[in-house]
């Protein structure tokens, strides 16, 4: 019996423990003029991204209660490429855009 009330103990102990963190995404965006250049920025940017050094990045899971900022929680997600047009002296310029998705999954759920 005590063994039993112990094992319900920790069980409870360990739901609460793990209640009210969730995963959060976020997402960097990147401009270049052709692809090959926007994959090597985004690749570029990885290492830090990933090591929790980009600011822009770090202010926002900081603003969404994300803690600690550390490599362990932040995980790269997908990369969305699209290609847009601009007017330019009146031709038509392909521009691309690219949209890097990363989530934390040690944010604090708030409760509002």
């Known amino acids: 019996m005590k063994s039993l009330i112990v094992?319900?103990?920790?069980v409870a102990s360990a739901q609460s423990f793990a209640a009210g963190y969730v995963t959060?995404?976020?997402?960097?965006?990147?401009?270049?003029?052709?692809?090959a250049e926007l994959v090597?920025?985004?690749e570029a940017a990885i290492?830090?991204?990933q090591?929790?050094?980009?600011?822009?990045?770090?202010?926002?899971?900081?603003?969404?209660?994300?803690?600690?900022?550390?490599?362990?929680?932040?995980?790269?997600?997908?990369?969305?490429?699209?290609k847009r047009y601009t007017t330019v002296d009146g031709v038509l310029v392909p521009n691309y855009r690219g949209m890097l998705v990363v989530s934390h999954n040690h944010c604090f759920e708030s409760s509002h």
Request: charged residues 25%; proline residues 7%.
């Open 7 to 10: 094992a319900v103990a920790l």
């Open 51 to 82: 090591a929790g050094e980009d600011k822009e990045l770090t202010r926002s899971m900081g603003y969404q209660n994300c803690a600690p900022i550390h490599p362990r929680h932040i995980k790269i997600g997908k990369l969305f490429i699209k």
């Open 40 to 42: 090597e920025k985004v």
């Open 47 to 49: 290492p830090s991204i």
């Open 24 to 35: 959060q995404s976020f997402s960097k965006i990147f401009y270049a003029p052709t692809e």
